[in-house]
């Protein structure tokens, strides 16, 4: 088999689903190898951030491989960002990069899109994924073809792969299928005994679920672990949207200063806090109105479990809570109800739309239509979302870069064929929102509420009064509709319910609504959220 389709093949076999890329000359040998074989669906879309964006969407929806292909240089090099984001929120996404033949550096000359030497660009993924492979040796290409997937997977982050165009046609044996790591018997039942005594022993016990949970696809046994103990979970800010609809007790996402009182406390006062798969970042825990203290949670992630004073290591989540649920007894109940900012529907009138406002449509929308999946640039409407009920989230919440969230949606569609709901700032729309162009020909009919707040509203909350937030004002609705969708320009509740409304019934073309909002109107959380963080500062 050449090696280009056993790589193909390898990628499938280990569960992607399908390809996002753009092609360049030293990777058109693969493309052609790509499209004549049709083993994977490919999609191509304008720019590399928006390929890197889609792949690691792809990934978190399914809890699986998301793939980018690129040409070297030009093309990886504009990726590393989306990339970067991918490996800091634990994506899994393979990145295949193009490459010059292994002769090519004999010629003499310094070769096109190469930049300090031809060796920089995998010097520079190596510090953004967890493993690497150049394609120069055919004999053993399937072997370390099968390596670095099951890396990817265990891991669960970025991997990159070199693929030299001379390559694409060598002949290859198939990519085997590798055993998942497991974790050593004694110690897997030692660390879930130890965390049942020490939930069991607790006067306050409660679990707060991360990003690693939709990772490794545990949503389900989780929430059925958290019932079966009685013991209540919150979602951590980046792991918001999980556990959407399952049946446990459920009390929202940890904010913080900036969330619900009750909640909040029970957080930061818990004796036994089962923390799994949580990152330990400021975005999850940067506003704690009062320091958590580790030594005394439970950290289950990066396949270890840490206790204050000791750990074991090599112990896979997935084996983890499989294990937990294998012992787990009743031992908890708390009366702490989850309560919403957002409760109340949208009221319909002429007053100007707020992002709390969105976020009460949006509520409205899924009760009366079903939920959508959401995705979610950086900026205040990551912020509504949070008032968003049992939705799934996908968003940049922890390594927060902007121009996730359209080519993010539009990645999902791909992958699923579910449509979703795409909140952007004007801000991040000017970056990527482009990608809407592709919906046409990739018959993809995305919603996009558009929070258009005349400029950098976020910075503008931390630093007010300075001009350089402005950016102009684009009539994102009008663009919209030469980009083959339907804009709506909206100014008020009434007009934000009647362009809702239409969009939901009209499924053969995105619909971006343009939401004109106040400059200086925030939602609830991040005014919260900006408050926490000046009174926190006040206290330094
Ligand atoms: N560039 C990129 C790629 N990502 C970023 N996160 C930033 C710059 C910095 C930054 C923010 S929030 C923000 C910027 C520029 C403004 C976002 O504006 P917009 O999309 O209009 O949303 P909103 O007006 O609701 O803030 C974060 C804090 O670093
Ligand atoms: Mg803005």
Redo the contacts with the bound molecule.
């Keep these: 088999m050449k090696l280009a389709e056993t790589l193909l093949h390898g990628l499938k076999l280990y569960g992607a689903k399908e390809i996002f890329a753009l092609p360049g000359d030293f990777i058109l040998p693969f493309f052609k190898v790509m499209e004549e074989s049709n083993i994977l669906p490919f999609y191509t879309f304008s720019h590399e951030p928006a390929i890197g964006f889609a792949a690691d969407a792809s990934a978190r929806y399914n809890s699986g491989l998301g793939v980018a292909v690129v040409t070297y240089g030009a093309g990886a090099l504009n990726m590393v ?1 989306a990339v970067a984001c991918a490996y800091s929120e634990k994506s899994p996404v393979v990145v295949i990069s193009g490459a010059p033949g292994t002769e090519e550096n004999k010629s003499g000359y310094l070769l096109h899109h190469q930049t300090k030497t031809l060796d920089s660009q995998l010097e520079i993924y190596k510090e953004v994924t967890v493993a690497q492979l150049i394609l120069n040796d055919p004999r053993t290409a399937h072997e370390e073809i099968a390596k670095i997937l099951r890396i990817c997977l265990e891991e669960s982050r970025p991997v990159y792969i070199e693929f030299p165009r001379n390559m694409v046609s060598e002949e290859s044996q198939p990519v085997p299928m590798l055993p998942i790591k497991t974790a050593m018997p004694d110690s897997l039942k030692e660390s879930a005994e130890e965390i049942i005594r020490t939930l069991k022993q607790a006067k306050n016990p409660i679990m707060m679920v991360g990003v690693e949970t939709r990772r490794y696809g545990l949503e389900d046994k989780i929430a059925e672990l958290a019932k079966k103990l009685g013991v209540p979970v919150v979602t951590s800010f980046m792991g918001s949207g999980l556990l959407a609809e399952l049946d446990c007790q459920f009390l929202g996402t940890y904010l913080g200063l900036a969330g619900q009182d009750e909640v909040t406390n029970l957080v930061e006062n818990s004796d036994g806090l089962l923390l799994l798969g949580v990152i330990l970042s400021d975005t999850n825990f940067g506003i704690s109105s009062k320091r958590i203290d580790m030594r005394k949670a439970i950290h289950a992630t990066d396949g270890q479990v840490k206790f204050g004073s000791h750990l074991y290591p090599e112990i896979p989540i997935t084996e983890l809570v499989d294990k937990l649920l294998s012992i787990a007894e009743p031992i908890h109940t708390t009366d702490i109800e989850r309560r919403f900012l957002q409760q109340e529907p949208l009221i319909i009138d002429e007053e100007k739309v707020s992002p709390d406002d969105i976020a009460c449509a949006i509520n409205d929308l899924f009760v009366k239509h079903g939920t959508m999946p959401i995705t979610s ?5 990551l912020f509504t979302a949070m008032n968003i009920k049992d939705a799934e989230l996908i968003a940049s919440a922890y390594y ?4 996730f969230a359209v080519p993010a949606g539009m990645g999902i569609e791909l992958s699923s064929g579910t449509r979703p709901l795409i909140l ?6 000017q ?1 990527t929102g482009w990608e809407l162009g592709h919906c046409r020909r990739h018959n993809l009919k995305p919603i996009i509420l558009l ?1 258009n ?1 005349d ?7 931390f630093q007010p009064d300075e001009h350089y ?1 402005e ?1 102009g004002k684009w009539s994102f609705a009008k663009l919209a509709n030469d980009l083959g969708g339907k804009g709506h320009l909206v100014k008020t509740r009434a007009e934000l319910q009647a362009a809702m409304d239409e969009a939901i019934a009209d499924d053969s073309q995105f619909h971006l609504l343009d939401i004109i909002i106040e400059k200086g109107c925030i939602s609830s959380t991040l005014d919260n959220y900006a408050s926490g963080i000046m009174q926190l500062s006040a206290k330094k």
């Design positions: 960002n640039d950086v900026g205040d409407c927060v870069t902007m121009g952007v700032g004007d801000g991040a729309f970056m929070f707040n400029g950098w509203e976020m910075l503008r909350t937030c950016i």
